[in-house]
């Protein structure tokens, strides 16, 4: 069993202050990357969710207040999702960032995620903790191999020497699956690495567990059965002139970025077998009744006619599916706010049905973003 003196040490040593008589410890930081879930208190006690999740409970608040940047909704207010940190007093607070708005076309800045709150004490057993003590210690000891095979390669008259090979990049994702989920429940959080049931007795054998997870994370490709992470990927990939380098697999078929992305205007010139991709066009949007319809600006070839698709989105569906609350807010931020149109993107292809041409999404909005554009 680890003593006070030596658990304090790992925790000073990645900028976390441990007390050994309540057994807590502080952050001395707000980021964290590693962070995958959050207990949401409010605006109603939804339990432990994703970020995704958490703003969609945010989301699914009606507009009470035009007049206000927030429409009046209530903010989210969370706690750590451990259940050790639970039931300390007070809860340790998570912060939940830029959630509140819908995601603009184009914009490859950092989305919704959390933050730790830096005022507050976690159990010293907290899972997430942990996590990040793990992790720190796994960057700070590839940083000093690769120091050390550099340093032997400057002093060495092999040119050849080979150097440490580096981590495969984890800034987007490399699998998106086609999930055909279409009911109201949301994604889980990350499977964790070790059970949550861990104490003090047990926390440096926990932390070795947790590193050798993590580089199993780091050697596996990342999945997502969500286009909105695609095309955030996508976004960012292009601004930093990647999009041709990285590779994107889709349905067992893999292609860089590059290819997979095709605009509306080209539907009618791509062959058959090259149709099912990733399409996005730019559209106009109404509410009639109890449904928003979205008129696509250009148009595609049926035959002898030229045709401009539209997509229309019950309330029905909105509200049946996880995805719901954020296409909602986009549309309304063209209908009711500042945006001048949607981009819309879709993964399939067209469905014609007569003069009717629509985006073929068979119900599961997962295959469907709609981003404003300002």
Known sequence: MAGADEIGAIFAKVDMIYDPTSHRVKVQFQRQDRL??????????????DINGAQ???????????????????????????EKCRGLSPQPRITAIAYAEAQKDGSYKRGPHWRWHPDDWHHRACF???????????????????KHIDDA????????????????????????????????????????LVPSDIDGRTLLPTVQRIREGLRYERD????????RQVVSSYDRLKAEGRSKEEVLAIEGVTRSFYDWFRMLSLYSAVN??????IWSGGASATHKDDRYVLYFYDKVNVGDRQIKPRLT????????HRRGPFLREAVRECLEGDAR????????????????VTPDLSDDLDRLHIAAVY
Not at 131 to 143: F, G, H, I, N
């Open 341 to 356: 149109y949607v981009k819309v993107y879709w993964y399939g292809q067209l469905d014609v049905n007569g003069w009717l």
């Open 220 to 227: 596996h490709p990342s999945t997502t059965s969500i286009l």
């Open 56 to 82: 969609a409970v945010y989301l699914s608040q009606p507009r009470v207040n035009d007049s206000k940047p927030d429409f009046g909704r209530v903010p989210l207010f969370c706690i750590c999702s451990d």
């Open 313 to 320: 989105l019950t309330d029905e569906l909105l509200n049946r």
């Open 153 to 192: 390669s400057s002093g060495s008259s092999d040119k050849y020497m080979p150097r440490q090979q580096t981590p495969r990049r984890t800034d987007h994702v490399d699998v998106f699956v086609v999930s055909g989920q279409n009911d109201d429940t949301e994604e889980a959080p990350k499977q964790r």
């Open 36 to 49: 995958t879930e959050a207990f949401v208190l409010l605006p109603h006690a939804a339990g432990n969710l």
């Open 272 to 277: 058959a077998s090259e149709i099912q991709r």
């Open 128 to 146: 997430w903790l942990l996590r990040e003590v793990a992790q720190r210690l796994e960057t700070e000891e590839r940083r000093a191999r690769i």
